[in-house]
């Protein structure tokens, strides 16, 4: 028991220590450069107070069942920071003084009738199930926004870097763990889960940090309204498929790293919400998906037949793609193969 309880005070005090060292250098050293990261900055903040309260209960004759009920009313406003990291990733600017004082007042008011209510297991067990249902809501809405959201960067950018939100559904396995871990110590005060809980909570948000660092969220807006088409203007909707990617090809439109549907769109001289229903109806794939087809087909592969000497970081960046694992990921969802393997293929005949 003993030392689990040594364990548990080490993980306490190294979790405080990591949330203190984060958010230091996120809000003074680094400086936020973008909203997403000032609010990164200030979860990390909130979740060093929170490890550092519980340094209390490593006290001598403080891990009783009062405190830990007490320690248990706090931790409970930690489901805010999760509510605001997916909210905020999913719908930029989201967060507000407004918002949070109206999330916090049900998590307010059950340390209220902790305190005047006798029964205290009603309360605590009302507060847990409300926890277990506020946690199972943020999960199903994040999952839903962040399909939402994906969805939209692949229909209107051809760039994902620093945008994509891929990396949340692991994200969301461990905020489970950590969760149900929470839960459990909350109610049956063990130090084993103890651990547990501040080991998969320092996963978590190490894991956070590391695949948003560089994140830029981007808010999804309402589609544009056709536009009038003039003489001028080329309406997908009226040409061949086949008559559609070359003029994109002869313009050299798809090679732009940064290529957007807006881009396409105004290049084209037509709107974007043509453009969007052009290339689900008739090309039956969303932006990114076209425009990586188009980039493998008509300048990775001819590049890699023509000069295998090329190197794939070289192929990558002159067929437009932003980075090498973009590259691959595509080159092998188009071919079948990856562009190692490709070039192996290649070399031997």
């Not at 939100?165 to 396995?173: A, E, M, T």
């Not at 084993?192 to 978590?204: A, N």
Request: aromatic share 16%.
């Amino acid at each position: 028991m003993y030392d689990g309880l040594n364990i548990s005070a080490f993980l306490i005090g190294f979790s405080t220590a990591f949330f203190t060292v984060c958010s230091f250098y996120i809000l003074v050293v680094h400086r936020p450069n973008t909203r997403f990261q000032m609010v990164l900055g200030w979860i990390m903040a909130v979740w060093a107070v929170w490890n550092l309260k519980d340094i209390v209960i490593t006290f001598p004759g403080m891990y009783t069942e009062k405190v830990l009920d007490w320690i248990m009313f706090i931790d409970g406003f930690s489901a805010l920071t999760y509510t605001v990291f997916v909210f905020e990733v999913t719908m930029p600017g989201w967060t507000s003084l407004r918002r949070l004082a109206i999330l916090s007042l049900p998590f307010a008011l059950f340390p209220v009738a902790y305190a005047v209510v006798p029964s205290r297991d009603a309360v605590i067990y009302s507060y847990a199930a409300f926890l277990w249902c506020y946690a199972w809501s943020v999960v199903i809405m994040g999952y839903l926004k962040v399909r939402r959201y994906l969805s939209y960067i692949e229909r209107n950018y051809s760039n994902l870097e620093n945008i994509d939100v891929s990396w949340l559904r692991p994200v969301f396995i461990f905020a489970i763990i950590s969760q149900l871990a929470w839960l459990f110590t909350s109610l049956y005060a063990s130090v084993f889960i103890d651990i547990l809980y501040y080991i998969s909570t320092l996963c978590l948000w190490t894991m956070v940090l590391h695949y948003s660092w560089h994140f830029q969220p981007v808010s999804i807006s309402n589609e544009a309204a056709p536009a009038l088409a003039n003489s001028a203007s080329v309406n997908p909707l009226a040409i061949s498929k086949e008559e559609f990617i070359n003029i994109v090809v002869e313009r050299e439109l798809y090679l732009n790293k940064n290529l957007t549907l807006a881009d396409l769109s105004h290049a084209l001289k037509t709107n974007r919400t043509y453009m969007g229903k052009y290339l689900s109806g008739v090309c039956q794939m969303s932006f990114y998906d076209f425009i990586n087809q188009l980039r493998i087909e008509r300048r990775s592969i001819p590049l890699m037949r023509e000069h295998p000497e090329y190197t794939l970081e070289y192929v990558a960046d002159e067929s437009g793609f932003s980075s090498i694992s973009t590259f691959r990921r595509a080159f092998t969802k188009v071919t079948g193969r990856t562009p190692s393997q490709y070039q192996a293929v290649k070399g031997g005949e």
